[in-house]
């Protein structure tokens, strides 16, 4: 009755069914734990913006690498900013996706270390082989806050290293380079700046880091499932049909001929 299944045809139908459904099960499990990393993600982030800033150097110093738990961590540091040394970090966008430049200007505390701070974008206008036009800071001493980051690498950002830039042009910012050109201790990452709110809005200030969005991977997930469940089901639909096709072709078979008509008499 399904001796048809030992067919070349068949044998190869049903491998790649039984290939398929624990390919998509795993599909499905990869999917739901990108759901579970960014929901622990987010729960993590909440809790760094959310946490009270401290004194950036409860949590880093000169050398230090600043761990995931510490990154987005709100962060305080008191001194002058020096805009002798200021530099731009090249390409990039804004929330509106224009490409602009990061300003990057050193905080000397008041202990002569240095907090790198990330004061916001500005646009490209003009040559990119240009130092664009950047607004003053405060003058004086001044407390800033802003949210603690890691020190960028090629690696985690994407963004490679470009070398012999423009003066006072970079692509990454990292601590230990900047370090060495300031001739001074330079403490581990860098903070994207949130108070004071700068005069006119410009740099402006980083946005805020998504906290809330946990993306289209659960739903993704169970599809996964879903097709995984199909697949078995397809198999058997097509099972029954080619029975249904094979017993109708021997009924027809064995159908006796309809008799020939006689001819008519003269």
Known sequence: MYRFLLS????????IGLVLIPVMIELGFWQLHRHEHKVAQ??????????PPVPAEELTSPGHRVPTPEVWRRVTGTGRFDTAH??????RTNDDGSIGFHVLTPLVLRDGKVLLVNRGWIPANGAQTEFPKIPAPPSGEVTVTGRLKADETSAASGIKDLKDLPPRQ?????????????HRQV????????????????????????HSGIGPHM????????????????????????????????????????????????
């Open 187 to 210: 403490l581990g990452g860098y903070i994207e700046q949130i108070a004071p709110k700068p005069a006119g809005h410009t740099p402006e200030l980083l946005a805020e880091p998504d």
């Open 86 to 91: 200021e530099v731009v970090v090249r390409r």
């Open 170 to 182: 970079i692509m990454l910012i990292d601590s230990a380079e900047e370090s060495t050109r300031l």
């Open 219 to 266: 739903a993704y997930a169970v599809q996964w499932w879903m097709f995984s469940a199909a697949v078995p089901l397809g198999w058997w639909i097509l099972v029954r049909r080619e029975r249904r096709d094979r017993e109708a072709a021997a009924r027809e078979a064995e159908r006796p001929e309809a008799a020939e008509p006689e001819p008519a008499g003269v």
């Open 8 to 15: 070349w045809q068949w044998l190869i139908i049903t491998l």
């Open 42 to 51: 987010n729960e993590r982030i909440t809790a760094a913006v959310e946490a």
